[in-house]
């Protein structure tokens, strides 16, 4: 009976930061697309030019939280639907970065090598977009990413290392993660977002055949390492 | 609102661009608010204020390099007759407790702008007698 009461309250710890997290996370952008909306109204035509762009990208960031949402939750039918492809780790890396731009501007980029993965092209941009993403808003100096071809029980592998520096990780915070919603709430909270990111990469890459695996750089900062299917 | 009087002048600082636009755009349609500029942290709006400080301040409380609690206690010792309003998505006890402490209004982000126009209104010690500007017709 102690056990079943201790369980009770672990999940209602775990929901009450569930619900905080995310409606903390979900209600700048709604506000915004709201509010955006408003000053459209009463503004007139006059204000399109600089509020579209606006209401464009936050629409498109409000539609993120919730794929990363439902993913992280499991939601078989949130993950992505394109055929395996050969991609170009590189370019992938590249252009992700690019898009990042409001993001990545002033932080340095070093690629080293290229491997080609097998690997649907929106799911491969998804789980590049949140480990470079994290390596950016968590760690210290430049983000390095080195790609490499690998082999794990006989098969050819394409293995993606994202590594920046950062604070000295302990191996029960690398666990939570890929575990959603088991950070703390202030930790998720003193940045923008749900806090999902490795756990929605982690999720992805068992999707397409392959798993993230993180340690703890000597030092300080991550090391996320992701393996996947090679043509 | 005394309709004579020249326009509060406002800053807003805000990290997230698109916040930072809706904020300035609302603060704008106000006949006597004008944005006269906006930065991206908590430092940048200590630094505006040493150099040209405005009637009002807009502080976002979470944003990097100096967050927006620490930029208020920093403004309200160096320039004690700075209006200030915080701005927030979600107001905890210990963001609710600092703002009192520094007797500064809290707002929460909304797509309706009458809570924050008023605020800064009331920060400029403009708020109350007369009749003020048409803000909202629903």
């Not at chain 1, 979900?26 to 035509?45: C, Q």
């Not at chain 1, 080195?146 to 050819?156: F, H, K, M, T």
């Amino acid at each position: 009976l102690a056990d079943a009461h201790e369980e009770a309250e672990k999940l209602a710890a775990v929901r009450g930061r569930v619900l905080a997290v995310v409606g903390h996370a979900l209600r700048t952008p709604v506000t915004t697309i709201r509010g955006l909306v408003e000053v459209l109204e009463r503004s007139g035509p006059d204000a399109m030019g600089r509020v579209l762009p606006s209401l464009t990208r936050t629409s498109r960031l409000m539609e993120r939280l919730v794929d990363d949402l439902l993913i992280a939750s499991d939601v078989v039918t949130a993950l992505p639907v394109r055929a395996p492809e050969p991609m170009s780790a590189r370019g992938t890396v590249r252009s992700v970065w690019d898009d990042l731009d409001d993001l990545t501007h002033g932080h340095e980029l070093h690629i080293e090598g290229d491997t080609e993965a097998m690997v649907g092209p929106d799911g491969l941009r998804w789980m590049l977009r949140h480990l470079l993403e994290n390596a950016v808003k968590y760690g210290d100096g430049p983000v390095r990413v080195v790609l490499r071809d690998g082999e794990s029980d006989a098969e050819q592998r394409a293995v993606i290392e994202v590594s920046s520096g950062g604070p000295q990780l302990t191996a029960e915070e690398l666990v939570t993660f890929t575990e959603p919603f088991f950070r703390e709430e202030s930790a998720v909270m003193a940045a923008h977002g749900l806090g999902l990111g490795l756990a929605v990469t982690a999720r992805l890459a068992v999707h397409a055949g392959g798993e993230l695996r993180l340690s703890a750089r000597p030092g300080g900062g991550l090391d996320a390492i992701l393996t996947l299917p090679a043509p | 609102v005394n309709a004579a009087a020249s326009p509060i002048r406002v800053l807003v600082a805000e990290d997230e661009p698109d916040a930072r636009l809706l904020m300035e755009l609302q603060l704008d349609l106000e006949p006597d608010i004008e944005v006269i500029a906006t930065v991206e942290d908590g430092l940048a709006a200590v630094e505006y204020c040493r150099r040209d400080a405005p009637d009002v301040v807009v502080m976002d409380l979470l944003m990097p390099r100096m967050n927006g609690l620490e930029a208020i206690a920093v403004l309200r010792e160096e320039l004690p007759e700075l209006g200030l309003v915080a701005c927030t998505a979600v107001a905890g006890e210990v963001v609710r407790a600092h703002t009192d402490a520094h007797a500064v209004d809290l707002v929460l982000k909304s797509g309706d702008a009458r809570g924050l126009v008023e605020a800064v209104r009331r920060a400029a010690g403009r708020a109350g007698g007369g009749a003020g500007p048409v803000m909202d017709e629903d």
